[in-house]
Structures are given as structure tokens and as C-alpha cells.
């Protein structure tokens, strides 16, 4: 059975709620949703992850493994309702006073193996910021610490999901599919996370639309899972022509 998660932004208790709410109403294809941990905004992903488990029980929030002290518990371990965490190294903060360690991804990872061995986790792939053989080589180090599975950075180009499939063939991925509508978010994935966009890529609702439902029955075929990051647009406007017919 392949999955289907949404990311869901964690602004505040009462807009995340009310997202959870109407990913349940217009997109019930959705299984699981997954929240990043955003600096910006004060509630943490794993407490959102707990406020919004009475409407999606499957929750995987993102940690930050910049953020966590030597000695400081683990996030969400103690949260008897969890089961999965995706667990990304971090960017740096812009607010100096917040504190950051040097831990590795591999490193926060094999402390969850060890110290919340009920929790699965996962790690991040990326195919843009970097030598494919060294995120390759980063991947080989995050499954020996104990990664289950990956979460990618959106792709946007069958080309570049078609290359990325046969170099993790065989593994647990969640595909990430993130619509891109307008000059800005395209200026946006192209200087923050290097996007090479494809020379026919349309920035507007409907292409990104046609994209995703490509993208996804692809993935599916494969046996893969997605995720869909629906950034800056309406979620019913964007997730309801997604449904499964």
C-alpha cells in the first residue's frame, strides 16, 4: 500500500487545527501528516504533531538536529502517542540568541535508535544541493545510524524523479511534490534550495496540479509514497483535484 502524507505549517494551535481539519474534509486519500519545525513560529512539531493526533493519528514531526543539546531529552520521546519522527539537520538560525550544537543528522539519529527505540525515523534527501555521489554517500550514513526511510525535497521535473528513483531503488521514500505558483515562490526554491526547474515548467495552479497527479500516479506504479507541501496556495484548491477517482 503506498502513502500519501501532507505537510502542514505550524503557524499556530489554531490554524494548524483548522488545516488538519480540512485535509481530513477535502483530501481523505491523506493517511499521515508531517510538520516541519519552523524557528519563526513558537509551536514546536512534535507538540503540533500531539494537538492535531485527535484528526490525524499518524503524525511524523520534523527535529532539528542543530537544535538539540548534548545532554537535553530527545523531542517527542516521551510522547507515548508518537511513532515517527523525520529528523533533518537544520539551517542555521537567523536569530543569533538562538543556541545550535554540532551534531550531525547521524548522530541525533543514532541517539533515537538508542534512547526511543519505539519511534521510527526518518531522514532527508536532497537532489539539488549537492554532488549526487555525496548525498548518495550521506544517505549510506544515515541508514547505518538507524534511518528507516527518506523524505525528499520536492522534485520538479520527471526527469530528475525518474534518476532519483533508480538511485534509491529499493528504499522507503516519500516523494515530495510542492506546488510553485508565480515569479516569487519560483525565485524562492531556485536561490534558497537551488531548483533547476525544467525549461517547460508553467508556475501556475493548474500546470503544478498536472504535475502532482503525474508525479503521484508515477510514484505509485513504483510502489513509492508522496508527500505534498502545498506552500503559499488554497489547500482544497490544491488538494481536492488530487483525490484518487
Request: net charge negative; glycine share 4%.
Amino acid at each position: 500500500m503506498t502513502l500519501t502524507s501532507v505537510e502542514l505549517i505550524p503557524r499556530d494551535p489554531e490554524t494548524l487545527l483548522r488545516d488538519a481539519q480540512e485535509v481530513s474534509a477535502v483530501f481523505p486519500d491523506a493517511q499521515m501528516i508531517n510538520i516541519p519545525d519552523l524557528l519563526r513560529f513558537p509551536l514546536r512539531s512534535w507538540e503540533a504533531a500531539a494537538l492535531i493526533r485527535p484528526v490525524f493519528p499518524r503524525v511524523v514531526p520534523h527535529i532539528r538536529a542543530i537544535d538539540i543539546a548534548p545532554d537535553a531529552p530527545l523531542p517527542g520521546a516521551e510522547d507515548e502517542g508518537l511513532r515517527e519522527v523525520l529528523v533533518v539537520q537544520g539551517d542555521p538560525p537567523s536569530d543569533l540568541k538562538h543556541r545550535t550544537y554540532p551534531n550531525t543528522t547521524e548522530s541525533i539519529i543514532t541517539r533515537y535508535r538508542r534512547e526511543a527505540p519505539h519511534l521510527t525515523v526518518y531522514a532527508a534527501f536532497d537532489p539539488y544541493r549537492r554532488a549526487p555521489y555525496q548525498e548518495m554517500e550521506a544517505i549510506a550514513r544515515k541508514k547505518d545510524a538507524g534511518a528507516a526511510g527518506l523524505f525528499t525535497q520536492p522534485v520538479f521535473d520527471m526527469r530528475m524523479l525518474d534518476l532519483c528513483m533508480n538511485w534509491l531503488h529499493g528504499e522507503n521514500v516519500f516523494w515530495g511534490i510542492s506546488p510553485v505558483v508565480g515569479p516569487k515562490s519560483r525565485s524562492y526554491w531556485e536561490t534558497t534550495n537551488h531548483v533547476i526547474f525544467p525549461p517547460d515548467f508553467e508556475p501556475t495552479m493548474e500546470a503544478n496540479i498536472a504535475f502532482a497527479r503525474q508525479m503521484m500516479q508515477a510514484v505509485a506504479s513504483a510502489g513509492g509514497n508522496t508527500y505534498l507541501m502545498p506552500l503559499r496556495v488554497n489547500l482544497a484548491r490544491y488538494l481536492t483535484p488530487l483525490r484518487k477517482e
